[in-house]
């Protein structure tokens, strides 16, 4: 019989715009900042495994996992083992950790993600990389020789890739497309954008995230507040900002900003339970893949599927949690579950969202976006929140490439 896995706990540093409150830690040192606050918390109990991941590129390491052991105060016997998949890459992190407790190969782990565009490694472009490889196994006038034939044009750097590679799009403009293949008005997405700020104005300011939040240091002292959100907006300032694309509907307001942070959450099974309270049981974790111009459909198949394998229905989930990659995403994956054709293409029961259930404490837009961090701060908020409200909590998310993920759990 297979172990039950139980969420015990989570953490992360407040969220920050890029190249601002958090510009003095990279993603590693981020990485490190949760983890040492989940040890700290774990008692007597000893930590047995550790699964981390990060999206943007680093290039001092190929395993963040095993280097945050290192930096960390877990015992360098700690295994760990990393993960990487756009948006949904602390889904897979937990869904690791979980498997690995259920069948028995650990006890109690660490499960999450980092990430900082702040400290992106910017890599050589091909033709200069290969000249300078070249000139590293040569000696004395052949290493001139192999840098003579370069160019100006191939000193530039290769920046990392923002398009999708199959469908050559960027994330806005996949949302674009959702906006108007569903009819997801300017109006609409400023509206659900002033929504997510408000819950989380009201959250933060209401000390709802002071358990979960690791400050962390910066150039002007100690930083413990989520500087991405927005206070004392109103629709018409939303109204006032400009388009991102000519003649397009999703603006810098309505869509999620690029930020740096790290969260990870505390996993444990049945013997653990038996010596501290979980927050949470997981009982189940689904993952989805459909075409890359649908990158950020993904919760419209993640939750139908999930619901569907647990028999269960949208009224049986007390709390919901979509990551808000843009606001017109979210409002198109609303709009797709409720379509009786998508949903009999597909096989799925069309499922209405309840708002008062759905992102209560805003979401991704107010909060921030660090891409591989969403999940582990999404777990750990439903978690808590399902202290209060008893019943089944959902998480889900959409990541590049048309992945979908969601993590369901019970109180």
Known sequence: MANRCFVFDGVRTPF????????????????????NALNKRVGALEVDGLVFGHVVPVSAFSNIAREVVFDSELEDGVSAHSTSAACVTSYYSIASASDS???GRKELMI??????????????SPKLSKAVASAISQKGFGRLRSLSALKLSDLSPSIPAIRDRKSGLTMGEAAELMAR???ITRERQDEFSLRSHRLAAQAADGGVFDAEIVPCTSNQGMYSKDNT???????????????????????????SPISDGAAAVLVGGERIAKQREPLAEIVDIVFTGSSAKQMLAGPAHAIP????????SMDDIEVLDIHEAFAAQVLAVEAMLKTRSFCQDHGYRAVELNWDKTNQLGGSLAIGHPFAATGARQVTQTARLLQKRKGYGLCVACGMGGLGAAILMRS
């Open 16 to 35: 920050a715009k890029h190249q601002t409150s958090l510009e003095l830690h990279d993603t590693l040192a981020l990485s490190t900042v949760v983890v």
């Open 101 to 103: 407790i259920m069948v």
């Open 111 to 124: 499960a999450g993600g980092a990430d900082s565009p702040t400290h992106v490694s910017i890599a050589l």
């Open 181 to 183: 293949e569903w009819g």
């Open 229 to 255: 959100i927005r206070r004392d907006q109103s629709i018409s300032d939303y109204r006032k900002r400009k388009p991102t694309s000519p003649n397009g509907s999703i603006t810098a307001a309505t869509s």
């Open 305 to 312: 599927q999930i619901l569907k394998r647990n028999s269960l």
